[in-house]
C-alpha cells in the first residue's frame, strides 16, 4: 500500500518518471543534478550554539562518523549533527510516525495509522516521561537536538537543496528536532517489539469464528514442557459477534512500525574461546528498510592527558544512542524477550449513559480528549479519544475490535510503555564509568520498555545475561494469564504490581561459560515469576545450541559461519512428515519428493529445494486451515511449522483439522498435502516459468530493504529499493522471514538488521555489518554500499585508533561553538 496520497502520488510518477520518457535528457540531466545536490558533503564547518568545545566528525570510506569530542553532551551534538545529514528523512518518518501526524504528509491514505497512533498518545507519554529524566540524560538530549537542529537550519539558509529528496519531491519542511522527540523514538521501538496485543487480538478473532480455546490451543501452542492454565471459552467472559465480515485492512500503513522482531545473540567466556577471551555475538531480526534502520558510528570521549574512551557499535537515528556495541571495556548485545507487558481489556459501556464505563467499583466516567488530524489535501479530522483507567481505547477498525464485540463494548490497553515514568533512554545512554558486567546490569535498574534479554562482557574475563523492563504480575487466580483479552470490570484481571528489579532473569558468569538466546524461553523450571505464554517457536535456539553454546574452541569465523547458518531445524522436522503422508494419496509428484527427500534442510540461495518446499507449506497452511478460520484466516497465515508439527503428528487433536467445513465429503490429510504440492508446483510455475532448473531460492527470496514512501511505485520504486538475493528462512539462525499473504510471498521482508561480533581478545578486531548504506540519501555513492557484502556473510572493522581513522579519512566536519 502506498503510503503517497493519490493526486501527491501522481504528481511524483509526473515529475520523476514522466520527466525522463518525454523530456530531453538535458532536462533529466538537470532533474538528476539537482537530487544530487542533496547529498551532504564530507566535509565542511559550522557553528552550533550551546556545543561547549570543537568537535570533529571524520568520516571514513564507508561512510562511518568518528566523532572526537572532549565531553560527552558535545558527542551527542555531534550525532545529532551526523545522523540529520545522512538519516533526516528516516527521522522525521519515525517521528511523525509516533505523533500521529502522517497524514499531514502523505493525506488520507495514512489516517487510520494516526488515527490509532493518537490514541496510543506515545508522543504525550514522551514528553512527560522527558521530565523525568535525570539531569544529565536531559543535557544530553537537547544537546542532540541541537545538533539535528543545526544541519536543518543550514540546508534551509542554502542556495541549493540541503534536505534529503523526499522532504523536495514532497514539498516538506522538518520542523525544529525537540529532545522529547528521542524519547518517542524509543516509544516507537517499543511499539516495534511488541507482540502481545497481536496475539490477544488473534485469539480473539479465533473467538470470533467460533473457535473453541483447544482449538486455538492447537492453533497457538504452547512449548513443549510449558504448564499453562486452560484458557476460558472466550465468549463466557464478555458477548461475541460472529466475524461475518472485515472492513479493509486498517494495519497496511501500520507495518512497518508494528512488524516485531526475532534476533539471536549470544557471549562465550573465555573458557570456550581459542583465545581464551569472550566472544560476544549478536544480529537483531527486524523489518528490512532502505535505509537500515541502524546507523554505524564510532563516538571518541577525548580529554586531556588521557587516552580517548571509544564508543562503537549501532546507533538508532532520532537518539543519542549506541544501542547495541561496545566500549573499550564492555560489549552488549539484545534480542527482544517477548515478555507479555500488554493486556486488552474489554470494557462495558453503561448503556444509560455512554460516556460511562463499568469497574469494580461501579460505573465510572471516561477521560476524553478531542484530537485534531490534518489530512494534506483534505478536510480536518476531529477524533474524540477515550482512556479508562487501564488505558486509551483502541478504535474499533484496528484488529476487528468493531466487528467482533457486541454493541456496548470497546477495548482498553494496558502497556507498560504508555507511562509518563519511562526512563528507558537513560539506561542507553554513554556513561565511561560502566566498566564491568555488574556495571552494566546495575546502570539498566532505569529500563522500562521494550524488555530485551541483553548480553554482556568485559575485559575482566566476566559474562553476563538480564533482562530488564517492567513486567507486570497478574494474580494466580487469573486464567486468562494475558493471552487474550479480559473483562474490564472484574479485579481478577488488573496487574497486581511489577516485578522488582532484583526479580528479573538474569545470570553473571554461568559455571558453563555461555549463554545464548533467541526469543524463545530463556527461564529454567526454578524461575517462579511468569514472563508469557507466547514465546518464539524454539527451533533457532536448539540451532544455537547445537553449534555455539554446547561447543567450545570458538573464534571470529566459526561465529561468523554461526550467524550465517541456514539450516532449518523446523523444515528438518517438517519435511519427513509432509513426504510420508503426501506418498499415502498415491498420486504426488514423485520425483519432487525423491528431490526433497535428497535435501538436507539448508536454505541455500543457489537451491531450488528450500523454494519448492517453501511453497509446499503455503499451500499446505492454505489447504489444511483457511476453511476453518475464514474471516480470521489472515492472522493465521504464516509458516506455522509447530502447529502443522503436531498436526501431523497427531498431537492437534481438538477437530478434524484436514476436513473442508466446506464440502459434503470428508477429507484426510493425506489428500490435503499431495494436493498443496500440486498447486505449489503450479504457482511457482507461474511466477517463475516451467523449467526448474532455474528456480532458484535466493532470486525468489531476495531481500527487500524497502524505502517508505517511494520504494512502493511502480517504475521508480527499485532505484529507492534495496534488494539483493538472499538465504535462510523463517526459522534459521540466518533469518529471512517471508509473508505468505503478501504478492510476492517469498521475499525476505525481516531478517538480520545489523550484525557484530566483539572479540576481546582485540576489540578492534571486532566485526560489524548493516544490509544497506550509511546514507539515507538514495543519490549517495553510500545508500547500498553493504548489501552485497551483508548478503555474503562479510564484516568491515571499524577503526578506532586517530591514525587509522585519517588513513580511511573522506572528509572532515569542523563543529564549532556558536
Known amino acids: 500500500m502506498s503510503l503517497l496520497p493519490r493526486k501527491r502520488s501522481h504528481r511524483v510518477v509526473l515529475v520523476v518518471v514522466a520527466l525522463a520518457v518525454v523530456l530531453p535528457f538535458s532536462a533529466v540531466a538537470s532533474l538528476v543534478a539537482i537530487l544530487r545536490f542533496t547529498v551532504p558533503s564530507p566535509s565542511g564547518a559550522i557553528a552550533i550554539a550551546g556545543l561547549h568545545a570543537p568537535v570533529e566528525i571524520i568520516r571514513d570510506r564507508e561512510g562511518i562518523p568518528h566523532i572526537f569530542a572532549t565531553n560527552i553532551a558535545d558527542l551527542g551534538t555531534a550525532l545529532g549533527f551526523a545522523h540529520a545529514q545522512?538519516?533526516?528523512?528516516?527521522?522525521?518518518?519515525v517521528r511523525r510516525a509516533g505523533q500521529g501526524r502522517l497524514s499531514e504528509i502523505f493525506g488520507e491514505r495514512t489516517l487510520r495509522s494516526d488515527i490509532f497512533l493518537r490514541t496510543l498518545d506515545l508522543n504525550g507519554h514522551a514528553e512527560r516521561s522527558f521530565e523525568t529524566l535525570p539531569p544529565e540524560s536531559k543535557a544530553l538530549l537537547r544537546g542532540y537536538a541541537q545538533g539535528v537542529n543545526a544541519y536543518i537550519k543550514q540546508a534551509a539558509n542554502s542556495l541549493l537543496p540541503g534536505l534529503p529528496p523526499e522532504f523536495l519531491l514532497l514539498q516538506h519542511h522538518p520542523e525544529a528536532w525537540r529532545p522529547a522527540d528521542s524519547v518517542l523514538a524509543i516509544k516507537m521501538m517499543a511499539l516495534t517489539l511488541g507482540?502481545?496485543?497481536?496475539?490477544?487480538?488473534a485469539r480473539l478473532n479465533y473467538a470470533a469464528v467460533g473457535l473453541t480455546s483447544a482449538e486455538i490451543a492447537d492453533l497457538m501452542?504452547?512449548?513443549?514442557?510449558e504448564v499453562e492454565p486452560t484458557l476460558p471459552e472466550l465468549g463466557q467472559l464478555y458477548p461475541l459477534q460472529q466475524l461475518a465480515s472485515l472492513p479493509r485492512r486498517s494495519s497496511a500503513e501500520l507495518e512497518p512500525f508494528m512488524a516485531g522482531g526475532a534476533s539471536n545473540n549470544w557471549v562465550?567466556?573465555?573458557a570456550r574461546t581459542r583465545s581464551g577471551k569472550p566472544l560476544l555475538a549478536n544480529d537483531p531480526h527486524l523489518r528490512l528498510s532502505a535505509p537500515s534502520i541502524w546507523y554505524l558510528a564510532h563516538c571518541a570521549l577525548v580529554q586531556s592527558g588521557e587516552l580517548p574512551v571509544n564508543l562503537v557499535g549501532a546507533s538508532l537515528p532520532g537518539t543519542p544512542l549506541i544501542v547495541l556495541g561496545r566500549s573499550d571495556a564492555i560489549a552488549w548485545g539484545f534480542t527482544t524477550t517477548v515478555a507479555d507487558v500488554q493486556d486488552?481489556?474489554?470494557e462495558k459501556v453503561n448503556p444509560d449513559n455512554p460516556e460511562e464505563y463499568l469497574t469494580p467499583q461501579g460505573w465510572q466516567r471516561f477521560q476524553t480528549s478531542e484530537m485534531e488530524i490534518r489530512v494534506r489535501g483534505g478536510a480536518t479530522r476531529l477524533i474524540n479519544r477515550r482512556s479508562t483507567r487501564h488505558g486509551p481505547v483502541l478504535p474499533s477498525l484496528h484488529g476487528n475490535l468493531g466487528a467482533i464485540l457486541h454493541k456496548g463494548y470497546i477495548a482498553a490497553l494496558q502497556w507498560t510503555a504508555l507511562s509518563d515514568d519511562d526512563t528507558t533512554i537513560s539506561a542507553g545512554t554513554f556513561d565511561p564509568r560502566v566498566q564491568t558486567v555488574a556495571d552494566y546490569i546495575e546502570k539498566m535498574r532505569s529500563y522500562v520498555v521494550p524488555m530485551q534479554n541483553m548480553v554482556v562482557a568485559d575485559v575482566g574475563g566476566h559474562i553476563g545475561f538480564i533482562a530488564p523492563g517492567r513486567v507486570p504480575v497478574r494474580a494466580e487466580s487469573n486464567p486468562v494469564a494475558g493471552r487474550a483479552p479480559v473483562p474490564g470490570w472484574d479485579a481478577n484481571y488488573e496487574w497486581q504490581h511489577y516485578l522488582k528489579f532484583e526479580e528479573l532473569p538474569r545470570v553473571e558468569d554461568p559455571p558453563e561459560g555461555a549463554i545464548g538466546t533467541a526469543n524463545t524461553r530463556i527461564t529454567g523450571a526454578d524461575y517462579s515469576h511468569h514472563l508469557t505464554f507466547d514465546w518464539e517457536a524454539p527451533f533457532r535456539q536448539q540451532r544455537l545450541t547445537e553449534i555455539v553454546l554446547d561447543r567450545g574452541h570458538h573464534?571470529?569465523?566459526?561465529?561468523?559461519?554461526?550467524q550465517m547458518d541456514v539450516y532449518s531445524l523446523a523444515f528438518a522436522r517438517l519435511k519427513p512428515l509432509m513426504i510420508a503422508i503426501a506418498k499415502e494419496a498415491g498420486d504426488a509428484d514423485a520425483a519432487v519428493l525423491a528431490r526433497l527427500e535428497a535435501w538436507d534442510a539448508m536454505m541455500r540461495a543457489d537451491l531450488a529445494e528450500p523454494l519448492i518446499f517453501t511453497a509446499w507449506l503455503r499451500e499446505t497452511i492454505k489447504g489444511i486451515w483457511s476453511d476453518d478460520l475464514g474471516l480470521a484466516f489472515d492472522r493465521f497465515f504464516d509458516s506455522q511449522a509447530t502447529a502443522l508439527i503436531r498436526l501431523l503428528e497427531g498431537r492437534a487433536s481438538s477437530r478434524n483439522w484436514c476436513d473442508n467445513q466446506a464440502t459434503p465429503e470428508t477429507e484426510i490429510c493425506s489428500r490435503v498435502v499431495s494436493d498443496a504440492l500440486r498447486s505449489a508446483l503450479a504457482d511457482l510455475e507461474s511466477r517463475y516459468g516451467d523449467d526448474r532448473t532455474r528456480?532458484?531460492?535466493?532470486?525468489?527470496?531476495?531481500a527487500l530493504g524497502e524505502h517508505r514512501p517511494f520504494g512502493l511505485l511502480p517504475v521508480i520504486g527499485s532505484f529507492f529499493n534495496v534488494t539483493v538475493p538472499s538465504a535462510g528462512g523463517d526459522y534459521t539462525l540466518n533469518r529471512g522471514k517471508v509473508d505468505f499473504a503478501a504478492e510476492t510471498p517469498f521475499v525476505n521482508g525481516y531478517g538480520s538488521s545489523y550484525r557484530a561480533i566483539y572479540d576481546f581478545a582485540d576489540l578492534n578486531r571486532s566485526l560489524y555489518i548493516q544490509p544497506t548504506g550509511q546514507s539515507g540519501n538514495p543519490f549517495s555513492p553510500l545508500y547500498r554500499t553493504f548489501v552485497d557484502r551483508?548478503?555474503?556473510?562479510?564484516?568491515i572493522q571499524i577503526p578506532t585508533r586517530r591514525d587509522e581513522v585519517n588513513a580511511m579519512a573522506l572528509g572532515i566536519w569542523r563543529l564549532a561553538p556558536d
Request: charged share 25%; no cysteine.
Open 86 to 93: 545522512d538519516r533526516l528523512w528516516q527521522m522525521e518518518l
Open 695 to 702: 528456480w532458484m531460492w535466493g532470486s525468489a527470496h531476495f
Open 344 to 346: 486488552l481489556y474489554i
Open 790 to 795: 551483508w548478503a555474503k556473510g562479510e564484516y
Open 221 to 225: 501452542p504452547k512449548l513443549d514442557g
Open 268 to 270: 562465550l567466556s573465555g
Open 195 to 201: 507482540t502481545n496485543l497481536d496475539d490477544e487480538i
Open 555 to 562: 573464534d571470529l569465523s566459526s561465529m561468523r559461519a554461526a
